[in-house]
């Protein structure tokens, strides 16, 4: 457990409340990812409008699938016969970013969001469980029909983790990291070697959904991390890595990321089909 002392909780106090006054910030302010524009991978990769047709998509032949099994009025969104874990991911690749946001939830967010993400059917029955498994595997199978999944599904998120290791590697990035940490050590907070350090620091006591505790030394750190990083360009600097790198692979890998690309173009026009059908 992290205690706080009270010389340490009115520091806190005077620095959040001297980030509040700061501002949000003006135009060209990155707030988000998206502020920040596109990579060269992002062609290849699976989108959040594609996860949506996804699971309305899965949703629909789950029903079909159900019915011919004998539920009728299978729900769109069941939920479970005994509620699961949910963990939410809310973090962008560059660690906190809105300034806003961690003013308030720190490394974690809003718990309302959590609710607005639980199913909104019924539950299902203990016989409509047991069939369910078998249902959704087969929207599975037919949503990636024609796809050689182990091969050509996703080919750039395989190769995620070997761009991020060459990008922690690039000196202009490691320059920024450094004058990030001193940023942030000179407004009196921890020094982390980077904002991922900040962002997963076991002194913010995730809970098993993922979202943090919002203490007061939270937030002023997250509201420090940010605005350090909105000073210095930081997230900037480390999506220009990013690209670099990301650019290089496609490079070297062409054909494998051109399979992908055509895996994932299949992958589209059947959910168009299922959606058109079914929807």
């Known amino acids: 457990m992290f205690m706080i002392t009270r010389g340490w909780r009115l520091g806190a106090v005077v620095m959040l409340t001297a980030l509040c006054a700061s501002g949000a910030g003006g135009p060209g302010i990155?707030?988000?990812?998206?502020?920040?524009?596109?990579?060269?991978?992002?062609?290849?990769?699976?989108?959040?409008?594609?996860?949506?047709?996804?699971?309305?998509?899965?949703?629909?032949?789950v029903r079909q699938c159900m019915a011919e099994h004998g539920h009728g009025h299978?729900?769109?969104?069941?939920?479970?016969?005994?509620?699961?874990?949910?963990?939410?991911?809310?973090?962008?690749?560059?660690?906190?970013?809105?300034?806003?946001?961690?003013?308030?939830?720190?490394?974690?967010?809003?718990?309302?969001?959590?609710?607005?993400?639980?199913?909104?059917?019924?539950?299902?029955?203990?016989?409509?469980?047991?069939?369910?498994?078998?249902?959704?595997?087969?929207a599975d199978e037919r949503l990636m029909r024609g796809i050689d999944v182990k091969r050509d599904w996703l080919y750039s998120g395989r190769r995620a983790a070997a761009i991020d290791e060459a990008v922690k590697h690039d000196p202009r990035l490691r320059a920024a990291f450094k004058v990030w940490s001193r940023c942030v050590t000179e407004h009196g907070f921890t020094r982390y070697p980077d904002p991922v350090a900040a962002y997963s620091d076991t002194a913010w006591r995730r809970n098993s959904?993922?979202?943090?505790?919002?203490?007061?030394?939270?937030?002023?750190?997250?509201?420090?991390?940010?605005?350090?990083?909105?000073?210095?360009?930081?997230?900037?600097i480390w999506h220009a890595a990013r690209a670099r790198e990301q650019a290089a692979d496609i490079t070297t890998h062409r054909a494998r990321y051109t399979a992908s690309l055509k895996a994932l173009r299949t992958y589209r026009a059947t959910l168009t089909h299922v959606l058109t059908k079914l929807g």
């Open 30 to 61: 990155v707030r988000a990812a998206s502020d920040l524009g596109p990579l060269p991978g992002d062609q290849y990769s699976y989108t959040s409008q594609d996860f949506q047709k996804g699971e309305r998509a899965t949703a629909l032949l």
């Open 74 to 138: 299978f729900p769109l969104d069941p939920r479970y016969p005994t509620d699961p874990i949910r963990v939410a991911a809310v973090s962008t690749s560059y660690g906190a970013l809105d300034l806003e946001a961690a003013r308030r939830w720190g490394y974690g967010w809003d718990p309302e969001t959590d609710a607005a993400r639980q199913p909104k059917g019924r539950r299902m029955t203990v016989a409509e469980f047991a069939d369910f498994p078998a249902c959704n595997a087969q």
């Open 209 to 236: 959904d993922g979202n943090t505790r919002h203490t007061l030394q939270e937030r002023a750190t997250a509201a420090a991390d940010v605005t350090c990083k909105r000073r210095h360009r930081t997230a900037e």
